[in-house]
């Protein structure tokens, strides 16, 4: 019978929101990456500065909450966001002349599959499941 190693789960990253949480965030990911045994972050770095910068600029009250971790069924990891939020974020299309509204178009071409959680108690979690 193979061995099997769990990794275990660190603690979350509870953030202000300020103009400081995605780096942050992205210094948290690179640490949770190191630990899970990644070679490469970068695809996990930008997902994580798009979802805390839209925590930030768009709920800007309350606690941002970043939990790193293995998926137990596929070699993905995954990474949450918790924002105090019910409003949900929305892909925008894609334009020429907007200067801004790209981040979530450009996350959905990278991961391999993301999404809101609505919470009960309050606000969301918006995830990502990125390839190790």
């Not at 193979?2 to 509870?14: G, K, R, S």
Request: with cysteine.
């Amino acid at each position: 019978m193979p061995a099997i190693i769990l990794t275990p789960e660190a603690p979350p990253l509870v953030l202000e929101p300020s103009d400081e949480a995605p780096a942050k965030a992205r210094r948290y990911l690179i640490d949770r990456f190191r630990e899970l045994g990644h070679a490469d972050d970068f695809v996990g770095r930008l997902v994580v500065t798009e979802l805390v910068t839209n925590a930030y600029k768009h709920v800007g009250v309350g606690h941002i909450v970043v939990r790193i971790f293995p998926d137990m069924r596929e070699p993905l990891t995954v990474i949450e966001v918790w924002d105090e939020s019910s409003a949900l974020p929305v892909v925008q299309g894609e334009s020429d002349d907007a200067e801004g509204g790209r981040g979530l178009l450009l996350i959905e071409q990278l991961v391999h599959d993301w999404g809101v959680r609505p919470l009960n108690e309050e606000g969301k979690i918006t995830w990502a499941r990125c390839a190790r």
